[in-house]
């Protein structure tokens, strides 16, 4: 028997995803404070920049899930101000990640799709950055 799908399953927020990876990939990289400030304990300066920006992604998403922030949304200024990487360096690599839909523009910023986590994981996995 098939699986129904309704309309809720094509759009990009709807979908699970498994923490536990991701949770793990962020562990030694990012700490959270009690006021729920993403901190990097990692020089994210010695990853790749696309990497620090979804190590950052990744981490707000799980704070929105978990409703300790208001919003999961990205900007190149945030990011920029948080890993302290040149904001050339990050606008062309959100342009990039943008370009493979690993980011997708939303409000005034960015956000990881649910689609694109597995992927992400993989990615940061396979490159030694988990």
Same mark, same amino acid.
Request: avoid cysteine.
């Given at each position: 028997?098939?699986?129904?799908l309704?309309?809720?399953?094509?759009y990009t927020?709807?979908?699970? %995803? $498994?923490?536990?990876?991701?949770?793990?990939i962020?562990?030694?990289k990012i700490v %959270?404070t009690?006021e729920n400030e !993403?901190i990097f304990?990692?020089d994210?300066n010695?990853?790749?920049?696309?990497?620090s920006?979804l190590l950052?992604?990744l981490?707000?998403?799980?704070l929105a899930?978990?409703?300790?922030? $208001?919003s999961?949304? !990205?900007?190149?200024?945030?990011?920029?101000?948080?890993?302290k990487?040149?904001?050339?360096t990050i606008?062309?690599s !959100?342009?990039?990640?943008k370009?493979?839909?690993t980011?997708?523009?939303?409000?005034?910023?960015?956000? !990881?799709?649910v %689609?694109?986590?597995e992927?992400i994981?993989?990615?940061?996995?396979?490159n030694?950055?988990?």
């Amino acid at each position: 028997m098939e699986t129904k799908l309704s309309i809720d399953d094509l759009y990009t927020d709807s979908g699970s %995803f $498994d923490e536990q990876r991701i949770l793990k990939i962020l562990q030694g990289k990012i700490v %959270f404070t009690k006021e729920n400030e !993403i901190i990097f304990v990692t020089d994210p300066n010695k990853l790749k920049a696309g990497g620090s920006i979804l190590l950052y992604a990744l981490a707000k998403k799980i704070l929105a899930l978990h409703k300790k922030i $208001d919003s999961e949304i !990205i900007t190149s200024a945030e990011v920029a101000s948080k890993t302290k990487i040149r904001p050339n360096t990050i606008d062309v690599s !959100i342009m990039r990640l943008k370009d493979k839909k690993t980011l997708l523009p939303a409000g005034n910023g960015y956000q !990881i799709p649910v %689609f694109k986590i597995e992927e992400i994981v993989s990615l940061l996995t396979k490159n030694k950055q988990k």
